[in-house]
């Protein structure tokens, strides 16, 4: 192990601790990571010294509090090159965000929303929702035989097509969707864009402005912050087209009996008591991870997740989901055709090995790639190759039990 890997295992207080009698080997950081101690410490510190409401009184706390919870927006338009971000619960409040304030205003009966099979259901449910409600046409871009998107389809698709909304790396097959040309295609129609970037932010710079897209939703918890909180961020141009999905709060500039008028920046969206706190700790979370060599350990783990699918592909009876191509995220599904996920899971859970099973909230992908769920082994930072192995020969000696 090296020494920067050391230090990074050694920020993360959790990974001290044993389950079922064994050091923990996490690897379902693709539903949530770990949280380093210093977003643990900002937060606590937050509720020590500082906690008041924000944008709300003059007195010293409050101050301090609202200029901590806007230091994590500052902190965030540099880090994504964005200059709209508006603070939600996470990446499916985002993308609902998305639906409410600016498709119920913007789309008509009639239009196309696009999406594609590979989407979570947070990219699915909000569209359908929409649908429902202003009659929207949802149309869907097919997965390939070889778990990519079918380029060829998507373009013969955009007739009609008034936004186009997809993910950009999948939680289930860790491929990174042609992100450059799909919205080269999307613009060249006149569509707009949202990008579900929750599975992409933990592993690289996403730099929002020139990727020239209108949406892109996030999520902190995903990128060592805290749950409860994540991001919308919206293109300037779009930001002005958006109306408030929720009232009172903050949200408003003035209210009469008669009515009411909004704010012009981003807190038009944010109504209610922030996630401030939350706020304080994804400023943390982003401050320790600008120390991190993103795209050095992007390598190392997709490479260990290239190792993990071959092994498991050794494996008789194992089928393994992905292609594991450059630019992929570490993610590995599979399923072996004698040991249910479940109890694979389990076992390995009895060995203090946490990996995810089920349809990872993407039933209509389980539904294409013929299964019902799979497991899932996601790698993250703190992440060692001797942890993958003790989960490889784990999983090679629960096979063998069962066959
Ligand atoms: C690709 C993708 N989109 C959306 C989400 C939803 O994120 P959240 O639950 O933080 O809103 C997830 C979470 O697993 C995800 O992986």
């Not at 590979?118 to 869907?140: A, F, N």
């Not at 958006?242 to 408003?252: R, S, T």
């Not at 008789?316 to 399923?335: C, E, L, N, R, W």
Request: charged share 25%; proline share 3%; glycine share 6%.
């Amino acid at each position: 192990m090296s020494g920067d890997l050391m230090a990074i295992r050694d920020d993360f207080p959790i990974l001290q601790r044993e389950v079922n009698g064994r050091s923990l080997i996490y690897f379902d950081n693709a539903a949530t990571t770990q949280k380093p101690k210093v977003v643990i410490d900002a937060m606590t510190d937050y509720y020590q010294s500082m906690n008041a409401n924000v944008h709300r009184a003059v007195h010293t706390l409050a101050g301090e509090s609202t200029e901590a919870y806007e230091s994590c927006r500052e902190n965030l338009r540099k880090w994504f090159s964005a200059e709209k971000v508006i603070f939600t619960s996470g990446t499916t409040e985002a993308i609902n965000l998305a639906a409410h304030a600016w498709g119920k205003h913007n789309l008509n009966k009639g239009d196309v929303v696009l999406l594609t099979e590979m989407e979570h259901h947070s990219d699915i449910v909000p569209w359908q929702m929409l649908s429902r409600e202003i009659g929207v046409e949802l149309r869907y871009v097919p997965v390939a035989e070889d778990h990519t998107l079918d380029m060829e389809l998507l373009r013969a698709s955009m007739e009609g097509v008034k936004l186009v909304c997809f993910v950009h790396t999948s939680n289930v097959l860790g491929a990174r969707n042609p992100v450059e040309e799909i919205v080269s295609i999307s613009k060249k129609h006149g569509a707009k864009v949202l990008i579900d970037a929750a599975q992409a932010v933990p592993h690289s710079r996403i730099d929002f402005t020139s990727m020239n897209i209108d949406f892109l939703a996030c999520s902190a918890h995903k990128m060592c912050g805290p749950t409860g909180i994540g991001c919308l961020l919206v293109s300037p141009g779009t930001f002005l087209e958006m109306e408030p999905f929720m009232g009172g709060g903050d949200m408003i500039e003035t209210v009469t009996l008669e009515g009411s008028t909004y704010q012009k920046n981003e807190h038009k969206f944010e109504a209610g008591t922030p996630k401030i706190a939350e706020a304080v700790g994804w400023d943390a979370a982003i401050n320790w991870l600008s120390k991190i060599d993103l795209q050095f350990e992007h390598e190392r783990l997709l490479d260990m997740a290239r190792h993990t699918a071959n092994r498991l592909r050794a494996i008789p009876g194992m089928t393994v989901f992905g292609q594991h191509t450059d630019g992929d995220s570490a993610v590995v599904s599979f399923i072996h055709d004698k040991v249910h996920p479940e109890d694979m899971a389990r076992l390995l859970d009895a060995r203090g090995i946490a990996l995810r099973t089920g349809h990872h909230c993407a039933q209509p992908l389980m539904e294409k790639l013929g299964v019902n769920g799979t497991l899932r082994a996601s790698f993250y930072l703190y992440n060692t190759q001797e942890e993958v192995e003790t989960m490889l020969s784990t999983i090679e000696s629960i096979v063998e039990r069962f066959s």
